[in-house]
């Protein structure tokens, strides 16, 4: 899932992110440039974790 670059950009080279998984607590991005990762909070695009974090359970979170 690509991170809109209004959103946030790579710090490294300025890229765009994608969300690459996701838990309950995180969310592992790595850029489509240069593939440096992290992983962060949902709250890290400044979205109140509203916008990327459920899209990103729905497509990586663990089954219950």
Do not use: H, K, N
């Amino acid at each position: 899932m690509l991170v809109e670059t209004s959103d946030g950009t790579c710090r490294d080279c300025g890229g765009q992110l994608e969300i690459v998984g996701a838990d309950d607590a995180t969310l592992e991005i790595q850029c489509t440039e240069c593939g440096e990762g992290a992983v962060v909070e949902p709250d890290y695009f400044d979205d109140g974790g509203i916008r990327y974090w459920p899209e990103a359970m729905v497509e990586f979170g663990e089954e219950l």
